[in-house]
């Protein structure tokens, strides 16, 4: 079967740097994303991911190792809005969007 | 900006009532998709549509119906709700994936609650 797997919560302090990882099994694979929502709204683009390595925006970062199945998202300088889950989806060889269950990021002052 | 919108953010029904939930966006996205959430698991696909009168079920399309009669609109049907349908419900819609993947764009959720 396809399978993501993600940490159910973090906790961080603001100001720090916090790593989410996200391990995926998938029949295939076209790319992965990653998401952010906030508690009781819609999950908002943050990155994609189709080549190995690390891509760079602002405070994030999200990184990808094909041969390993992995995939992290890197925030830095962390602020207390920053406190949300993280989804993280892969395209499957059929270009399905497979979810993992996301991760609650909290963010203590 | 794309914009998603959903009819209603929160809706209470009672046991076998029929539910309609709308989805309109305003991009001309030929995807429409609709999702449930619910807490610990990951999004699940509920339907898609990659046209106009078209529709594909998704991972888990028992219970429910949708129809696209014009682009921009998408509307998921429960036919008799039920109590275990209570949940967030998430619309999204993207550009087609033919030369490059595109993100999906949700709408802000519709929590339904049957009672």
């Known amino acids: 079967g396809q399978n993501i797997d993600q940490p159910t919560e973090m906790t961080a302090t603001e100001g720090a740097i916090v790593q989410i990882n996200c391990t995926y099994q998938?029949?295939?694979?076209?790319?992965l994303f990653w998401y952010q929502q906030h508690a009781g709204e819609a999950p908002t683009f943050l990155s994609y991911?189709?080549l190995d390595g690390l891509e760079e925006k602002g405070r994030f970062s999200s990184f990808l190792s094909r041969s390993k199945g992995y995939s992290y998202l890197l925030l830095k300088e962390l602020q207390m809005k920053d406190s949300a889950s993280y989804l993280c989806?892969?395209?499957?060889?059929?270009?399905?969007?497979?979810w993992g269950a996301g991760t609650k990021l909290i963010i203590k002052p | 900006d794309v914009k998603v919108t959903q009819s209603s953010r929160y809706l209470v029904k009672r046991t076998g009532e029929k539910v309609f939930l709308e989805c309109v966006q305003d991009?001309?996205?030929?995807?429409m998709f609709w999702y449930r959430q619910d807490p610990g698991l990951g999004l699940r696909l509920i339907y898609f549509?990659?046209?106009?009168?078209?529709?594909e079920k998704g991972d888990i399309p028992e219970g429910y119906s949708v129809s696209r009669e014009k682009k921009e609109r998408f509307s998921l049907i429960l036919e008799s709700a039920s109590t275990n349908q209570t949940s967030m419900y998430l619309c999204?819609?993207?550009?087609?994936?033919?030369?490059?993947?595109?993100?999906?764009?949700f709408g802000p959720g519709t929590r339904l609650t049957v009672l």
């Open positions: 999204a819609s993207s550009p087609p994936t033919r030369e490059k993947v595109n993100e999906q764009f």
């Open positions: 991009m001309d996205h030929e995807n």
């Open positions: 549509s990659y046209d106009v009168k078209m529709k």
């Open positions: 998938t029949s295939g694979f076209n790319g």
């Open positions: 991911n189709v």
């Open positions: 989806a892969v395209y499957d060889s059929n270009y399905q969007l497979i």
